[in-house]
């Protein structure tokens, strides 16, 4: 098992390695540079002297080797520069929003696996009973419906249920602050997010865990354990769902690592300043070294991710184990 | 002598968009305490449904009991509830099946997988249940128990998985097992030994087995009685001595003559049964066997011969089966 862990450790760096070279090289195709575009005005026009002054200043006139070097350092030594935009350290503006992102893409994903898992096996042990069409129908429609849409229909709801309740209207918190500053605040701002990005995202958990299920529930071990006289309720926990779960675990996994820069619009819908928007701004300024670090640090939540399935894997498979 | 288990004119028929397969079409036959009965016959002729449905485990959809009696121990165990069948299955009746590869469950360890039976029927702890797994484990052979306890079915060989099916069919001491064709799928020298092993271990604690197999050098050697089944249905059935010296079925006789046989000389001829089983949403009111016959006439097709006695505890059921004998088949 240890060995295990450390090899999925060891693989772990060529794999950045090679995120970084590529998300280095394809922001540095695209032509244009952000003294361009701070110092051009309406009709593009700037000064060629102040543009240079200004790359040196941001070292963007050193050899691109020398740049990809000292990024590729960076990231190892958690030093990503300063950004091109704000010249603060982006670590700094980061820091912020990925805590806010962290903490939604978590709530997000347990409710997803809340829904999904029980959901899922429902499904499955009913197959084709109303209960079957009710759960399918409903992940169907969470595939369908764009998340941030979700995410208006539920402040439209809170707004008038709270009305209609208690006569005043009632939204979620609009400024955000840590868990641990004021808990019930921060939930209450959160979980509307949350669960407008996990119920999509359930959907396609609750669909995995249904047909894996399915699978499941006709092997022969599953067989045996009738033949044992076991309680159908010990023979879905005990011996079909672990079998099952293995590749729930991955979509879960990379669901997760996507939830953490990938929520732009229902970032924008409830007024949260999460690492998705910071990214987009990052990259219509041609904030390099923001967009870089942003991206980077998905990789690395992508990675790390990736790492837990493994390790996750290895405990519910004793093949994986002890291999 | 009191009957372990009787069953009668039991009929599973899955129905399906092909139509409806009559895979178990009428069988009855009985099981003595502590006797060994076989059921033999080509692919497909509905051993294993005819096995599951003692047990109940046949799904439903797409299959179903259209019919018959199961009496164990006097009791039907077609009018029992889900809870009262479940109390009797892997206590009174233990089943072994055909695949050790994937009839054990990869993700459990053996102990949890030995252990659950003896928790669950017998509701003694987990102490008390892992002291009988070691006992288990040491009856079918294998060493090392304890050790063996905390291993997954991935570490062990094809045969100790088939051991430690066995040892799992008998944790709650059963009075039948059923095993499913418990050896097809190991290597010849591990086959005798499975077998050998479970011949010993159900003449010494008393167990009654309906042992599946397509292999009749088994029935010869193990088997008190012989169920020759065919489409669906029993066509022949009496004891090993007699079918396989003074088989009374066509079919019989062309099983017998496909397998080497030790008492024949060692160049006689092997015939592998010709044609292709039937059909089994396809049949009609004659005897399925007839296409494949070389005894065949007339009156097969307008009727289903029924089991008739051809000696003291010997049925067969062929119109014409006082011409069907080992030497008599050569020249017909
Ligand atoms: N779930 C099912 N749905 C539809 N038909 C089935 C199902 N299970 C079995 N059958 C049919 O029932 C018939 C008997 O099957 P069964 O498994 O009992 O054969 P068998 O004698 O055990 O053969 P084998 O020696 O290959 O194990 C076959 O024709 C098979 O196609
Ligand atoms: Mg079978």
Redesign the pocket.
């Known amino acids: 098992m240890l060995q295990y862990v450390l090899k999925r450790l060891l693989l772990m760096i060529p794999t950045i390695l090679g995120a970084a070279f590529i998300i280095f090289f394809i922001l540095r195709v695209v032509p244009g540079d952000v003294c361009e575009l701070k110092l051009g005005g309406d009709g593009g026009h700037y000064d060629p002297v102040q543009v240079e002054i200004c790359q040196k200043n941001l070292g963007i006139d050193r050899p691109v080797y020398e740049q990809f070097g000292k990024f590729v350092v960076g990231i190892f030594t958690f030093d990503y520069g300063n950004s091109m935009d704000t010249g603060k350290p982006v670590t700094h503006e980061i820091g912020l929003r990925f805590q806010l992102s962290l903490q939604i893409a978590i709530m997000a994903t347990l409710v997803t696996i809340i829904i999904a898992i029980p959901l899922g096996t429902i499904s499955a042990v009913y197959q084709n009973s109303w209960i079957d069409y009710i759960v399918r129908t409903v992940s169907i429609a969470g595939i369908a419906l764009p998340s941030f849409w979700l995410g208006i229909l539920l402040l439209l709801f809170l707004l008038n249920f709270s009305d209609w309740m208690w006569g005043i209207r009632w939204s979620p918190p609009l400024i955000y602050k840590p868990i641990w500053e004021d808990p019930y605040h921060n939930v209450s701002q959160l979980i509307w997010p949350a669960v407008a990005t996990g119920y999509r995202y359930s959907a396609v958990a609750t669909r995995m865990t249904r047909s894996s299920m399915l699978e499941v529930l006709r092997e022969d071990y599953v067989r045996t354990a009738r033949a044992k006289g076991l309680l159908e309720k010990l023979i879905i926990n005990r011996h079909a769902l672990k079998n099952a779960l293995l590749p729930v675990v991955t979509v879960i996994g990379i669901e997760f690592a996507f939830l953490m820069g990938g929520l732009v619009v229902t970032e924008q819908v409830f007024n949260l300043n999460g690492l998705g928007q910071l990214l987009v701004h990052s990259v219509t300024g041609k904030d390099y070294t923001m967009t870089q670090a942003i991206v980077m640090i998905i990789v690395l939540v992508f990675v790390f991710t990736n790492f837990m399935v493994d390790i996750l894997y290895a405990w519910l498979d004793p093949r994986i184990r002890y291999s | 002598m009191e009957k372990l288990l009787e069953v009668k004119g039991l009929k599973t028929h ?1 129905f ?1 968009s092909g139509g409806v ?1 009559k ?2 079409d009428g069988i009855s036959y009985d099981v003595a305490p502590g006797e060994t009965v076989a059921v033999v ?12 449905s003692i047990l109940r485990l ?2 439903d959809p ?2 179903k009991n259209m019919g018959g009696e199961i009496l164990f121990q006097g009791r039907d165990l077609l009018e029992l509830s889900d809870a009262e069948m479940r109390d009797i299955r892997g206590r009174d009746i233990g089943m072994i099946f ?1 695949e050790p590869m994937t009839s054990l469950n990869p993700v459990l360890s053996i102990g949890r997988q030995l252990t659950e039976t003896v928790e669950h029927h017998l509701k003694v702890s987990r102490k008390q249940a892992m002291e009988r797994a070691i006992e288990l484990l040491g009856l079918v052979g294998i060493s090392e128990p304890e050790r063996r306890l905390k291993q997954y079915p991935h570490h062990l060989s094809g045969g100790m998985r088939q051991r430690v099916m066995i040892a799992m069919s008998l944790a709650c001491e059963p009075k039948l097992i059923i095993a ?2 418990p050896t ?1 799928a190991l290597d010849v020298t591990i086959q005798a030994q499975i077998l050998e092993l479970m011949k010993n271990l159900t003449r010494e604690l008393g167990v009654a087995m309906i042992i ?1 197999t ?1 292999n009749l050098g088994v029935v010869a050697r193990y088997a008190d009685r012989v169920n020759v ?1 065919y489409a ?1 249905r029993i066509v022949e059935s009496g004891t090993a001595e007699e079918i396989y010296h003074n088989p009374k079925h066509p079919y019989t006789l062309a099983l017998l003559r496909s397998v080497p046989r030790m008492d024949q000389p060692r160049g006689a001829k092997l015939e592998p049964v010709d044609g292709q ?1 039937p059909d ?1 949403t396809k049949l009609d009111g004659g005897c399925a066997f007839r296409p494949r016959c070389r005894f065949a006439t007339e009156s097969c097709a307008q009727a289903q011969p029924v089991l008739e006695e051809v000696a003291p505890a010997h049925i067969s059921a062929c119109f014409e089966k006082d011409r069907v004998g080992l030497t008599a088949g050569v020249t017909a």
């Open positions: 899955f399906t397969v895979a178990v016959g080509e692919s497909g002729c509905g051993k294993s449904v005819g096995a599951m046949i799904p797409p299959g055909q499913d064709e097809t599946i397509h089944m669906g089983p089994l």
